[in-house]
């Protein structure tokens, strides 16, 4: 067995209601004064109002409510600038990945000072770090278990952050969080989640490991078995549970064993048309796996049945096309738009898309099937 790594949050806190229950653990770990990374839309809905009712008991809190979906660079300096303004000595990111993905990348400058150019990609974060908590409000990014933030920068270019310095000192996972998630975003992140564990499966990094693709199974079985309830009916907390589990699971999983291209295709549908990254995912998810047949349908069949326990055929291809109509049919019954054409992506788009597409190295190195710019552009065309 080859050699591999597992870095994982070492704090992990799971049930329904922690998110109130561990805010004077989350208050010993941050420190006096606490910066909160949220959204505007949580706050609106009175989400995090629970916890940080505890929380302000506990010590003086800063809220920075302004970040925006695929968030920007300018958004995490402005989080940092309210950050110094107060002296905070800790940061809390409360919502779905893209608060979590900033409250990751503020706790980093905050507690550095370096410089965020000098960061971009694998291993160049210098550190230290303030302390930092997540607590996801979506089940999809499994961001609270990953060393990964990702970021827009000029020219709806996404970039990341990757080192073990992103990852919190504690993570609190109360399914109780995501009851008010609406059906469609459910779906999407959901899918998400998915396409998470099966990129960590199939990823051709030299670090999957034997950890990682168990993580990845039972992350799809959760998954696959809860995302139809979860959506029909909201206020199912076993079902919501499962796909939180799922979802951080599934993070473990990818955070280890890298995601390719199915990813490396989706950041510029977000980047460029501002469609959610869980559903720029399922959008190419089908397409890629398609095109990757070739190469990775021995680690598709294996997965099938975590996913559609009575999926069947004839050897591993014919599992694997079966399991490719599935997930489509799946994403149909989720209500999930099926094509690019359905968010209004020009097809005119698609060239420009492909060639933003093959900036991503740091993950279509990991393709089970090695891709080109003219691969991306087929595989574009296929999906719109």
């Not at 995090?48 to 506990?58: F, I, Q, S, T, Y």
């Not at 940092?80 to 400058?109: E, N, Y």
């Not at 059906?183 to 990094?205: K, L, Q």
Request: hydrophobic share 50%; net charge negative; charged share 15%.
């Amino acid at each position: 067995m080859n050699a591999f790594f597992f870095n994982t949050t070492p704090g992990l806190r799971f049930g329904i209601g922690s998110s109130v229950e561990t805010m004077a653990e989350v208050a010993a770990r941050l420190g006096p004064r606490v910066l909160v990374v949220t959204d505007q839309g949580l706050l609106a809905a009175g989400v995090p109002d629970p916890a940080l009712a505890v929380l302000r008991g506990l010590a003086e809190v800063t809220v920075f409510d302004a970040v925006e979906a695929d968030p920007a660079r300018d958004t995490v300096m402005a989080a940092v600038r309210a950050g110094l303004a107060k002296g905070v000595t800790g940061v809390l990111g409360f919502g779905g990945g893209s608060p979590m993905d900033v409250a990751k990348v503020t706790a980093l400058l905050l507690g550095s000072n370096e410089d965020l150019d000098a960061a971009w990609g694998v291993g160049n974060a210098q550190g230290p770090r303030l302390p930092l908590a997540l607590v996801p409000t979506t089940a999809g990014t499994g961001s609270e278990v990953t060393p990964v933030a990702i970021l827009t920068v000029e020219g709806a270019e996404k970039r990341g952050v990757v080192s073990p310095l992103l990852l919190p000192d504690l993570a609190v996972l109360d399914p109780s969080l995501t009851v008010g998630l609406p059906g469609p975003v459910t779906a999407a992140t959901g899918m998400d989640a998915m396409v998470h564990a099966i990129e960590a499966y199939t990823s051709r990094s030299a670090n999957n490991n034997p950890l990682s693709c168990g993580l990845a199974m039972t992350a799809l079985g959760l998954l696959g078995g809860a995302i139809e309830r979860a959506v029909a009916d909201g206020a199912d907390l076993a079902a919501r549970s499962d796909m939180l589990l799922g979802s951080m699971l599934a993070g473990q999983a990818f955070a280890n064993s890298p995601v390719a291209a199915v990813h490396a295709l989706a950041y510029p549908i977000g980047g460029m048309f501002h469609i959610p990254h869980g559903l720029s995912n399922a959008l190419v998810l089908t397409q890629v796996m398609r095109f990757n047949a070739a190469e990775a349908a021995v680690d598709y069949a294996e997965l099938a049945p975590h996913v559609f326990p009575g999926i069947h055929g004839d050897g591993s291809q014919a599992v694997t096309a079966a399991f490719i109509e599935a997930l489509e049919a799946l994403s149909r019954r989720l209500g999930l738009p099926p094509r690019l054409r359905d968010v209004d992506i020009p097809a005119e788009a698609v060239p420009v898309m492909a060639a933003e597409a093959m900036k991503q190295t740091r993950l279509l190195v990991n393709n089970p099937r090695a891709l080109d710019q003219a691969d991306a552009q087929a595989i574009y065309e296929a999906a719109w």
